[in-house]
C-alpha cells in the first residue's frame, strides 16, 4: 500500500503569498485596464542599443557574441564597467575581481543576502521598500528590520520623507549586519541627499556593517548645469563617499539604464573580499549569463562613456533619459491633479474591510476606471504599518505618450 504524496515545502517559503505585482498584472488584463503599476517602460528601446544587438545576431561565426562566456561577466562588459564605475565612484574598480554580472538586479540583491547573511542576522531596511528585500533578506536566514521614513502632513514632493536617524541607529545592535539602501528610491521617487547618505555611512563605520545600495535607477535624475556653468551630476553614488567602497555592495541593472527591462542583466560591484562569496554561489547557480546581451550592453556603454563625460547634452544617460522620465513626471503629475477631484466618489468598500484602504481603492480604479496602479502598502511588511500608511499609491509615468492619454481618458 502506497502512501499519499504529499511534500512539505522549506519553511523558508511556507508563507510566501502571490505578490503584489501578480495580483495587479492578473487584475489588469482582467479588466482590460491602462497598466500605470508595473515599473517598465512600454514604449520602444533606444535604438542605439537594439542596433547593437542586431549587428550582433547577424554575426553567427562570432564566437564571443553567442556562446557562453566567462562565467562572471563577458570580458568587454566587465572592462567597459571598471572604466564606468571607477569614473564614478572615485576609486580603481578592478574588472576581473570587483564586478559581477547577474540575471538582472533581483539576482545580484539576493545573492548579496545569501552570501553574506547568517542564520538570525538582522538587517536594516528603511521602508517604504521595494518588496523583494525582506522575502530575500528572510530566505538567507536573516531578519528584516524595518526603519519608517516619516512623511509630514501635506507633503507634496519626494524629497519630503525623511529617515528617522535616531529611530535608525537605535535599531542598531550586536545582531545587525547590514543596511540596505536604495537611491534613487522605489517606491517613493525620493534621491537622497549627500548629508543624509553621509548619515548612514557614518552609521556603517560605526557599527561595522556591510552596505547594500540598490541604485539601479542611478541614470534617472535630471542633472543640470550650476551657476558657474559646470555639469553637475545631482546623484550621488554611495560607494563614492569617503571609506564607503570598502564596505559597499552597489547593485545595478542595465535593464534600468538603457530601458530593456527584459534583457534581465544586472551586475554587483564590490571590492574583491566582499564579492567572492557572491560569485561562488553564482558560479554554481546562473553559472553564467546571456553572452550576446552582455556583449550589446557593454558596447552601448562605451559608445555612451565619452559622450557622458565630454557632451552631456548627446548623451543617452547623462540628459535623454532623464529628461525624458521629468517631461512625463511632469505630464502625469497634471493629470493626477485634474483626476483629484473625479475620484472622490469611490464608494465604500464591503467584502475587502480587512484590507488597507490604498488596497481597496487600487482594486477599485482597476475595475471601475481601468487604470491599474499599486497601493504603497504593499511597500510595508508589517500589517499594522500598512494600515497606517495607506493614503497612498505608486505610479510608474515611464509610459509611451499613447498609454498616458489612454489613462488620462479612462479617469
Known amino acids: ?105 533581483y539576482h545580484a540583491l539576493f545573492y548579496a543576502f545569501l552570501a553574506w547573511i547568517h542564520e538570525g542576522d538582522e538587517v536594516i531596511i528603511i521602508e517604504p521598500a521595494f518588496d523583494c528585500y525582506g522575502p530575500q533578506i528572510k530566505f538567507a536566514g536573516g531578519i528584516p528590520v524595518p526603519v519608517l521614513m516619516k512623511l509630514p502632513e501635506g507633503a507634496t514632493r519626494a524629497c519630503e520623507f525623511q529617515v528617522d536617524f535616531v529611530e535608525l541607529e537605535a535599531k542598531i545592535n550586536n545582531k545587525t549586519k547590514m543596511i540596505v539602501i536604495n537611491n534613487p528610491h522605489n517606491p517613493t521617487g525620493k534621491l537622497f541627499s549627500y548629508s543624509e547618505l553621509e548619515r548612514i555611512a557614518n552609521l556603517a563605520k560605526k557599527y561595522n556593517l556591510i552596505v547594500v545600495a540598490d541604485e539601479v535607477y542611478e541614470f534617472h535624475v535630471e542633472n543640470t548645469f550650476n551657476v558657474q556653468g559646470v555639469w553637475k551630476m545631482e546623484m550621488v553614488r554611495f560607494a563614492s563617499l569617503p571609506g564607503m567602497y570598502e564596505r559597499t555592495i552597489s547593485i545595478g541593472s542595465a535593464g534600468k539604464i538603457f530601458s530593456v527591462t527584459g534583457w534581465k542583466l544586472g551586475w554587483a560591484i564590490a571590492p ?5 562569496p557572491l ?71 464591503h467584502a475587502e474591510v480587512e484590507d488597507p484602504a490604498d488596497l481597496m481603492f487600487a482594486r477599485w480604479l482597476c475595475r471601475e476606471k481601468k487604470i491599474a496602479v499599486i497601493p504603497l502598502t504593499a511597500f510595508y511588511s508589517t500589517s499594522e504599518d500598512k494600515h497606517a500608511k495607506d493614503k497612498m499609491i505608486r505610479v510608474c509615468f515611464f509610459k509611451k505618450d499613447e498609454t498616458l492619454k489612454e489613462a488620462k481618458k479612462s479617469h
Open 1 to 105: 500500500m502506497s502512501t499519499p504524496f504529499n511534500p512539505v515545502p522549506a519553511e523558508r517559503v511556507g508563507d510566501q503569498s502571490p505578490s503584489i505585482w501578480t495580483e495587479f498584472a492578473a487584475l489588469a488584463v482582467e479588466n482590460k485596464a491602462v497598466n500605470l503599476g508595473q515599473g517598465f517602460p512600454d514604449g520602444p528601446a533606444p535604438k542605439f542599443v537594439t542596433d547593437i544587438l542586431k549587428k550582433i545576431s547577424k554575426k553567427p561565426e562570432m564566437v564571443d557574441g553567442h556562446q557562453y562566456t566567462r562565467g562572471y561577466g563577458h570580458p568587454k562588459l566587465v572592462e567597459t564597467l571598471a572604466k564606468w564605475y571607477s569614473h564614478l565612484y572615485g576609486v580603481a574598480v578592478d574588472a576581473s575581481d570587483d564586478i559581477l554580472i547577474t540575471v538582472g538586479a
Open 272 to 276: 574583491q573580499n566582499l564579492l567572492a
Open 279 to 349: 560569485k561562488a554561489i553564482h558560479q554554481n547557480c546562473a553559472s553564467s549569463c546571456s553572452t550576446p546581451t552582455q556583449l550589446a550592453v557593454a558596447e552601448a556603454l562605451d559608445y555612451e562613456f565619452p559622450k557622458y563625460l565630454f557632451r552631456p547634452f548627446k548623451s543617452y544617460l547623462a540628459y535623454k533619459l532623464p529628461k525624458e522620465i521629468c517631461k512625463k513626471c511632469r505630464k502625469m503629475s497634471v493629470m493626477l491633479k485634474k483626476a483629484e477631484s473625479e475620484i472622490q466618489d469611490q464608494p465604500e468598500p
